[in-house]
């Protein structure tokens, strides 16, 4: 009798919900950063509004920066198959530091 209960209970599938998943933190902040950088885009361009857009701009690149370095962000750029894709981001990432 017990094992014909155990073989009924092992016929039953346990179902997950498979839930997006949140972005880092950091992904936010970047995204609001960068919002925030288009909004002031067309704002004056005295001294001290340039010196608040470049301050945004490092503030910027040292989250991505952060970003960058996260270990899970190190596994994805090693494993990554396409070098062309890589190279963008790190040109891309360049670009910034030279903005800055």
């Keep these: 009798m017990a094992s014909s209960t155990l073989n009924q209970k092992s016929n039953f599938h346990a179902r997950s919900n498979s839930l997006p998943s949140r972005?880092?933190?950091?992904?936010?902040q970047i995204d609001e950063h960068l919002?925030?950088?288009?909004?002031?885009?067309?704002?004056?361009?005295?001294?001290?509004?340039?010196?608040?857009?470049?301050?945004?701009?490092r503030n910027l690149y040292e989250l991505?920066?952060?970003?960058?370095?996260?270990?899970?962000?190190?596994?994805?750029l090693a494993?990554?198959?396409?070098d062309k894709q890589v190279n963008e981001l790190l040109n891309g990432s360049l670009k910034l530091?030279?903005?800055c």
């Design 35 to 57: 919002c925030r950088l288009k909004a002031n885009e067309s704002a004056s361009s005295s001294s001290s509004s340039m010196s608040q857009k470049l301050s945004g701009l």
């Design 79 to 82: 494993q990554q198959c396409n």
């Design 23 to 28: 972005p880092h933190p950091l992904v936010t």
């Design 97 to 99: 530091l030279g903005v």
């Design 64 to 76: 991505v920066d952060n970003l960058l370095q996260l270990p899970l962000t190190q596994k994805s």
